[in-house]
């Protein structure tokens, strides 16, 4: 069994749950079930995890292996720091004689698929690994954070994330019932780094389709004719040069601008103009109907 406070979550690896066992009688009040049973009709195995806050997480279904018990959570609070934007939560038993290379392949697989649609997600991959190599999994690039043995002699439960600075070491708990693996406590850590802001200054030039067209317009109506009439080759690609850069410095004009490392790419010089716009027409609105009032 593993917990972590960071989202309020517990997971729990060879559950044994089946059909059979209906989820009400497993419920928690505060709690909501996740759980995913062998399905293969042979007895133990299967994954499940309570949330807390179950509003912020969604299951992903579609990541579902037939052959395989793993369960997948995509955590999305209310509001998250700049360089993670979600947490996906990843509950694994990997029983003893499984194929490693199938469970391998669909652990990098899945987590691909959801850091394709989200690039800036905080992975946590955690569970009974048993014997899985690990390799893979830490040129991912994953740390892997239990120091201890979970079981005799051995660390068969295993956290691994991308975000190791997030938490704090793990530490054991006795176990769970009559389970003879220990229970893996992971807490946040109390302030975890900041990437430091840095801004950097860059000059480009002003760049749109409209610009483009009134360049083009331009470049149409000049009368290059006294270029053939000049002395030399030379002569001509200087004036052609000083001619096509003093209309590109008329309509693109190089401008300043600061980057900050911090921002996401889709925050661009538009995007922060209209942020501009939309922050004076909601101040004016304020004022507005402060003088109504």
Not at 231 to 240: L, R
Request: overall charge positive; charged content about 20%; some cysteine.
């Amino acid at each position: 069994m593993m917990m972590t406070n960071n989202v309020d979550i517990a997971v729990i690896t060879e559950t044994w749950l089946h059909d059979g066992i209906d989820s009400k009688i497993l419920e928690l009040s505060d709690d909501t079930l996740f759980r995913l049973d062998r399905r293969d009709g042979r007895q133990g195995g299967g994954v499940a995890v309570y949330v807390k806050h179950a509003s912020l997480c969604s299951h992903l279904s579609h990541l579902a292996h037939a052959n395989l018990e793993v369960l997948w959570l995509l955590y999305r609070p209310h509001s998250m720091p700049r360089e993670v934007t979600h947490i996906l939560i990843g509950a694994v038993y990997h029983p003893p004689k499984a194929n490693n290379a199938e469970m391998l392949e669909y652990l990098i697989n899945s987590m691909d698929e959801v850091t394709r649609t989200y690039p800036h997600t905080g992975i946590l991959l955690l569970g009974d690994f048993n014997q899985l190599p690990d390799a893979q999994l830490r040129s991912y690039p994953l740390h892997q954070l239990t120091s201890f043995a979970t079981r005799g002699n051995s660390i068969l439960d295993k956290i691994y994330t991308n975000i190791p600075s997030w938490f704090q070491t793990p530490t054991p708990l006795p176990a769970v019932s009559g389970s003879d693996h220990d229970t893996v406590y992971l807490q946040p850590a109390a302030d975890p780094p900041r990437p430091p802001k840095s801004v950097k200054v860059i000059y480009r030039r002003l760049v749109s389709p409209n610009r483009k067209a009134l360049l083009y317009n331009q470049m149409l109506r000049l009368n290059w004719t006294p270029l053939f009439h000049m002395n030399s080759c030379q002569e001509m690609v200087d004036s052609f040069y000083s001619i096509v850069t003093y209309w590109l410095d008329y309509f693109m004009p190089v401008v300043r601008k600061s980057a900050n490392n911090l921002n996401k790419p889709w925050v661009t010089a538009t995007f922060q103009h209209l942020v501009k716009q939309r922050q004076r027409a909601f101040l004016a609105s304020q004022t507005y109907l402060y003088h109504k009032l």
